[in-house]
């Protein structure tokens, strides 16, 4: 489960068994996780996270798109 990217107590990641499936990122912060499709960028599931905080993790997307992509490419050997 590689950590492709961090900002404050948020963590972006893929697992290795998401290789069949369209890019996308997994969230976690404490016990709450999210889950965005990253092209378009849109939540997928969400599992204790407001909506404030699905707002405001979905514009970190938006800002580091181009890096969760490539992380994710550069994971899956794209």
Known sequence: MPTLLRVGS???FCYAGDRDESPHIHIERDEDQAKF???PIRL???KGFSRTEINHIQK???EHQEQ???GWNDFFND
């Open 10 to 12: 948020y963590r972006f």
């Open 44 to 46: 997928q599931k969400n």
């Open 37 to 39: 499709w990253l092209s």
């Open 60 to 62: 970190l997307i938006q």
């Open 68 to 70: 969760l992509l490539a």
